[in-house]
């Protein structure tokens, strides 16, 4: 358990519905990062935040994803109008980058969505 | 496009026999770090290496560090079938990574 935690774990869902995933990170960690993984692949870099500011998006974050974190704590990811495409692994890392830190991601254990 | 490439893609041994898997990288790095992830799990942290560092070692794990080269090997000896794992390797500010090297340690 690295700290980092993710709900649910399981998601099934039938196209064209819209999801949530909540990621809890490590609490004195300003930097959340979400990734998507398929199979046999490494995870893809979504986006990432720096406390409640959403600094960077990747353009496979397309116009049906969008990711908060109001408080600078806990994020959220949501897909709308789910696709088969979107079936994957989501990841959520948090770090905590400074002058004695070398910004390790820890991860959590990920949310499983299936699209039918 | 990655910024850590492992190699081999698959690597498949007998139990007790030894494990290296190779990264290696484009640009410049500060740090590379190298995480296990277990079939449907997240990724875990293995152990990170410095770039001023050539060589570190965490139990059964010898990282090396070849900045001229632009590459880093893991080695895992005395492997366990509980090693069977995918592993990958990428520079903590970096948000991209490879596809893993897919290790199966067999009984």
């Known amino acids: 358990d690295t700290g980092v935690s993710q709900d649910p774990r399981h998601k099934i869902t039938k196209r064209g519905q819209n999801v949530t995933f909540r990621c809890d990170p490590i609490s004195e960690h300003n930097r959340l990062y979400w990734y998507r993984q398929t199979l046999g692949q490494g995870p893809e870099f979504l986006t990432y935040?720096?406390?409640?500011?959403?600094?960077?998006k990747s353009r496979l974050l397309s116009d049906r994803f969008s990711a908060e974190r109001p408080k600078g704590s806990f994020s959220t990811l949501e897909i709308q109008r789910t696709e088969q495409g979107d079936s994957a692994m989501y990841l959520c890392?948090?770090?905590?980058?400074?002058?004695?830190?070398?910004?390790?991601?820890?991860f959590g254990p990920g949310t499983r969505l299936t699209v039918l | 496009s990655q910024q850590g490439e492992e190699d081999p893609q698959a690597l498949s041994i007998q139990e007790g026999e030894n494990a290296t898997m190779n990264c290696s990288y484009k640009t410049s790095i500060n740090n590379l770090q190298w995480y296990r992830q277990n079939s449907g799990r997240g990724l875990v942290h293995l152990i990170l290496?410095?770039?001023?560092?050539r060589e570190k070692h965490s139990g059964r794990l010898r990282v090396t560090l070849d900045t001229s080269k632009k590459s880093s090997s893991l080695l895992i000896t005395a492997s366990r079938a509980a090693d069977t794992a995918s592993y990958f390797c990428?520079?903590?500010?970096?948000?991209?990574f490879g596809a893993g090297t897919r290790l199966t340690v067999k009984p």
């Open positions: 890392a948090s770090s905590l980058p400074g002058r004695n830190s070398y910004n390790e991601q820890f």
């Open positions: 935040f720096q406390n409640e500011a959403q600094l960077e």
């Open positions: 990428a520079e903590p500010n970096d948000m991209r």
């Open positions: 290496i410095r770039s001023n560092e």
